[in-house]
């Protein structure tokens, strides 16, 4: 019972995004020969996006061979390389500047509780935070940890606020933020 119940609960899951993905949303596309166009952006599940430049047009498909990337929804998405995979990933760009950064979602299903009529705890989604320094993109994940710090030892005044905590490592956001505008 507790196995149909888990299979439930993933279809359940994987059918609510895909419909929460379903529908077109005004965006930008930004094409690799740097134009741009503005229409209906629907983001594909396996990657990709549907562009359409009116809601009556033919949607056409676009992906890492065509497009930079692209806004929707207030948001900025672009494709980048990471560990020297051929394909590149999506990531939502949050900061740029002298340190780029990017952020993905990801979903944790959490546990089931064993011979709890399928209760499970510990799901949600998280953030998880890349820089991109001097084009090498790092995964920092939810937060500025130790081994992190000496990227930023050419601004003594950052490093300073992290330690006193006046920034803690989980503001990961504000700390880049700082950095690209108060650092060398």
Same mark, same amino acid.
């Given at each position: 019972?507790?196995?149909?119940?888990?299979?439930?609960?993933? *279809? !359940?899951?994987? *059918?609510?995004? #895909?419909?929460?993905?379903?529908?077109?949303?005004?965006? %930008?596309? /930004? /094409?690799?020969?740097?134009? /741009?166009?503005?229409? *209906?952006?629907?983001?594909?599940?396996?990657?990709?996006?549907?562009?359409?430049?009116?809601?009556?047009?033919?949607? &056409?498909?676009?992906?890492? +061979?065509?497009?930079?990337?692209?806004? &929707?929804?207030?948001?900025?998405?672009?494709?980048?390389?990471?560990?020297? +995979?051929?394909? =590149?990933?999506? !990531? +939502?760009?949050?900061?740029?500047?002298?340190?780029?950064?990017?952020?993905?979602?990801?979903?944790? =299903?959490?546990?089931?509780?064993?011979?709890?009529?399928?209760?499970? !705890?510990?799901?949600? %989604?998280? %953030? @998880?935070? /890349?820089?991109? &320094?001097? +084009?090498?993109? #790092?995964?920092?994940?939810?937060?500025?940890?130790?081994?992190?710090?000496?990227?930023?030892?050419?601004? =003594?005044?950052?490093?300073?606020?992290?330690?006193?905590?006046? *920034?803690?490592? @989980?503001? &990961?956001?504000? @700390?880049?933020?700082?950095?690209?505008?108060?650092?060398?």
């Amino acid at each position: 019972m507790i196995k149909s119940m888990k299979k439930i609960l993933i *279809l !359940f899951v994987m *059918l609510s995004f #895909i419909f929460a993905s379903a529908q077109y949303n005004n965006g %930008t596309v /930004f /094409f690799k020969d740097n134009t /741009f166009s503005k229409g *209906l952006i629907k983001i594909k599940s396996f990657g990709g996006i549907k562009f359409k430049s009116d809601k009556n047009s033919e949607a &056409v498909y676009y992906d890492y +061979n065509q497009i930079n990337g692209f806004d &929707v929804k207030g948001k900025r998405y672009k494709y980048v390389k990471y560990n020297d +995979n051929l394909t =590149p990933r999506l !990531f +939502n760009e949050r900061i740029k500047g002298k340190i780029m950064l990017y952020s993905n979602e990801v979903y944790n =299903p959490g546990h089931m509780v064993p011979n709890s009529g399928g209760i499970s !705890f510990g799901g949600g %989604t998280s %953030t @998880i935070y /890349f820089i991109k &320094v001097k +084009n090498k993109l #790092i995964r920092i994940g939810s937060k500025i940890k130790k081994k992190h710090i000496k990227i930023f030892n050419n601004c =003594p005044s950052l490093i300073q606020k992290i330690e006193k905590k006046e *920034l803690k490592k @989980i503001h &990961v956001y504000k @700390i880049i933020a700082y950095y690209n505008n108060n650092c060398k």
